[in-house]
């Protein structure tokens, strides 16, 4: 099956005893035992629950892995992946990873002695010289928020296994449309739900999908023992907004091009972010290993103050956190998502005052531009 099928068709997507064609949401916390002990596959919602669990199966189906696990944010997926990890061992980080990550290392699992690096992971020899006898993990982010960094995930396979390290990926960027880090050697892929794949800014969700047995066991035995479990209500949203993932995405990357040229074209706009570009540095590694390259744009222009006139100013372009939705979205990485990491390190990471990031919707690409010009003037 190719994956604009199993969009549609993956995993469990309907009801066996009814014919229902959509998976009913099974609003229930426990299930009758038909003697002690003696369930028909379900026991407790905490542990599994129908409706999750045909989410599960379709995200798994659509990553090629084997088991699929969806939790109550990303940043809860993320976190039982990091459950993983003993106290005293050590992670190699993206360097600009989402904040939200960088927060959870830095003030939450330090204090259980959770030790991390960030490395610039768009360069190979750095992540391998950061390595240490304690060092158990990678955790990539590629493309990157919001400069769209690229890193080679075969490459990042190759130390991985060289290692003996887990490589996981956070795959939020690209969504499993374009890229598959399972069949570029990553042991887990992990999404923020609530963006592309959710899609429609009305649910926070987080998906992990692994391709191990021994994997899946430890993740659902996390699961189950931390909780950070997605409801079933949000659980049928995910899997309603999966069955367009793959048309949102190409409406949305048919924007993006357009609006990237239009950018081009603008003398008020200095550098232009975009992996689809040959002059970005990661383009060459993109084109080997996405399909595509997304709706996502940052770009200069020029102070702080002028970014904010812009966003004051634009009508069709909603100024919000998060992306990867149908609507348009704008914002300024250093006083919005980028806002707690210490001024020092947005400087060091090349987040300047004057990046806009903008997330492409499926709106009509002339009204997007129209109102970027009007804004920019
Ligand atoms: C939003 C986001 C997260 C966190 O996900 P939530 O659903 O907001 O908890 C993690 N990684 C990336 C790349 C994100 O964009």
Do not use: C
Not at 26 to 43: A, L
Not at 127 to 133: F, G, H, L
Not at 147 to 173: C, G, P, R, W, Y
Request: proline fraction near 3%.
């Amino acid at each position: 099956m190719r994956a604009k099928t199993k969009m549609i068709h993956g995993g469990i997507t309907g009801d066996e005893q009814t014919g229902a064609v959509s998976v009913p949401i099974y609003q229930v916390s426990t299930y009758k035992q038909d003697s002690v002990g003696n369930h028909r596959g379900f026991e407790y919602s905490r542990t599994g629950n129908p409706t999750r669990h045909a989410l599960e199966s379709v995200i798994a189906n659509l990553e090629n892995g084997t088991a699929g696990f969806a939790f109550g944010s990303g940043m809860a997926a993320i976190t039982t992946v990091m459950m993983l990890l003993d106290s005293g061992d050590h992670v190699v980080m993206t360097d600009d990873v989402y904040g939200g990550s960088y927060r959870l290392m830095t003030k939450v699992l330090n204090r259980f002695e959770l030790d991390h690096s960030f490395v610039d992971s768009s360069n190979p020899e750095e992540v391998e010289a950061s390595i240490t006898d304690k060092t158990k993990a990678l955790y990539i982010e590629t493309p990157t928020n919001p400069l769209l960094k690229i890193t080679d995930l075969e490459k990042m396979s190759q130390i991985a296994k060289k290692h003996n390290l887990l490589l996981i990926v956070d795959n939020t960027f690209a969504t499993p449309y374009w890229q598959q880090p399972l069949d570029l050697g990553a042991d887990i892929v992990l999404h923020s739900a609530t963006k592309y794949i959710g899609g429609h800014s009305d649910v926070v969700a987080g998906l992990v999908v692994v391709n191990s047995d021994e994997l899946a066991e430890k993740i659902h035995f996390i699961q189950n023992s931390v909780g950070a479990v997605l409801g079933p209500q949000d659980s049928w949203l995910l899997m309603r907004g999966i069955k367009t993932l793959a048309l949102r995405m190409e409406a949305i990357e048919a924007n993006t091009k357009k609006i990237v040229e239009f950018l081009q074209s603008h003398e008020g706009v200095s550098t232009i972010y975009y992996p689809g570009l040959e002059d970005h540095k990661g383009h060459k590694v993109a084109e080997k290993q996405t399909s595509g390259h997304g709706g996502m744009i940052s770009f200069d222009v020029g102070s702080g103050e002028r970014a904010e006139k812009v966003l004051e100013s634009v009508k069709y372009f909603t100024l919000a956190e998060s992306l990867g939705a149908v609507e348009s979205l704008i914002s300024l990485p250093a006083k919005m998502t980028h806002a707690s990491i210490p001024a020092e390190r947005r400087a060091e990471l090349g987040i300047t005052d004057g990046l806009i990031r903008v997330s492409v919707g499926i709106e009509d690409s002339e009204d997007l531009m129209e109102d970027l010009m009007q804004a920019l003037k």
